[in-house]
């Protein structure tokens, strides 16, 4: 079985920083694809940022420039480094980790429980 358990949300004035992290557990072989999508009241999940096995990154245009995803393969964990923030960015966070393989050779998408993150004006 595998979870993917996070931390770093929590309370931050605007222009402050946060860095969430996700640990992926369990019997895998290899993730394609880790990210971070957050969910803000009334609003729909979006994409906040992904990066694959191989390094390459994306970033919602919201984000870029005070954002850095990040990620430790050997330890199947993500980073978000999140700078600069501001109000809107308050929401819960939600880890993802798309196509994860195990030793069992199932494959399929796991998701976080979420973190929230609020920014203060």
């Known amino acids: 079985q595998v979870q993917l358990v996070e931390s770093g949300g929590g309370l931050v004035q605007a222009g402050g920083s946060l860095r969430l992290s996700c640990a992926a557990s369990?019997?895998?072989?290899?993730?394609?694809?880790m990210g971070w999508y957050r969910q803000a009241p009334g609003k729909q999940r979006e994409l906040v940022a992904a990066i694959t096995s191989e390094g390459r990154t994306n970033y919602v245009d919201s984000v870029k420039g005070r954002f850095t995803i990040s990620r430790d393969n050997a330890k199947n964990t993500v980073y978000l480094q999140m700078n600069s923030l501001k109000p809107e960015d308050t929401a819960v966070y939600y880890c993802n980790a798309d196509r994860v393989v195990t030793y069992k050779g199932d494959i399929d998408d796991y998701w976080g429980q979420g973190t929230q993150v609020t920014v203060s004006s």
């Open positions: 369990g019997s895998i072989s290899f993730i394609n694809s």
